[in-house]
């Protein structure tokens, strides 16, 4: 069955140091689309970075990277240079094509604490 | 502004009392779709829509029921909602589903209490 699994339920960073959440996803779907989301206490859920099955390059925005093995199956985020802001919920996420029946599958999440 | 508006954002009900739970996007998305969120569990796919009148079975679709009548509103439906369908509930639109790079557009949630 289609599952993500993220193994950190938490995880402690410095502010300024760079963090690594992961990801790891199950899928015989050929075509799938990878996506992180933060959620900070406030409880809105924010798109991060998205990363497609057929992309050789590895996604960045900003700050954030993401890690894509793909014959790993791992899709990891990194945060670079911490930020107090950044203390909150991430969830990784995939998006199945056609041969999925193009369902969204979310992962457990890991609560990161950015520590002054 | 481009948005996902879910309403009520709370909602304390009794079991076997139907409900609804509206979600509404203003940006001509193709894609919707309802979870829930529970502790532990991360969000879970309760239905979701490619378009208009086409729907599918998420993960957990039990007790659960939708409709997509016209591209801009999906609601979620409660027909008699038992104390496990407790939950927050998110509805989220994305401009195409598939693998496609079109991220998710989500509502500010609703805190449902069954008792």
């Known amino acids: 069955a289609q599952k993500i699994t993220q193994t950190q339920p938490g995880m402690f960073v410095q502010e300024k140091e760079a963090v690594t959440l992961d990801c790891t996803y199950d899928?015989?779907?050929?075509?799938?689309?990878l996506f992180w989301y933060k959620q900070p206490s406030s409880g809105e859920m924010i798109f991060l970075i998205y990363q497609g099955s057929y992309d050789e390059q590895n996604a960045t925005e900003g700050r954030y990277s993401l890690n894509f093995q793909k014959a790993r199956k791992s899709a990891n985020l990194v945060i670079s240079a911490s930020q107090l802001g950044d203390s909150a919920m991430y969830f990784c996420a995939m998006r199945e094509g056609k041969t999925g029946g193009f369902k969204t599958i979310f992962g457990a999440g890991t609560r990161l604490f950015v520590k002054a | 502004e481009a948005q996902v508006t879910q309403n009520p954002r709370y909602l304390i009900t009794v079991t076997g009392k139907k409900l609804t739970v509206t979600c509404s996007q203003n940006m001509n998305h193709e894609y919707m779709s309802w979870y829930r969120q529970d502790p532990g569990l991360g969000l879970r796919q309760i239905y979701y829509s490619m378009n208009v009148e086409v729907t599918d079975k998420g993960d957990v679709p039990e007790g659960y029921k939708v409709s997509r009548k016209e591209k801009r509103n999906f609601p979620l439906i409660l027909e008699s909602p038992s104390p496990n369908q407790t939950s927050l509930y998110f509805c989220?639109?994305?401009?195409?589903?598939?693998?496609?790079?079109?991220?998710?557009?989500f509502g500010q949630g609703t805190r449902l209490t069954v008792v």
């Open positions: 989220a639109s994305s401009l195409a589903g598939g693998y496609t790079n079109t991220e998710a557009f």
């Open positions: 899928t015989s779907d050929q075509s799938y689309g």
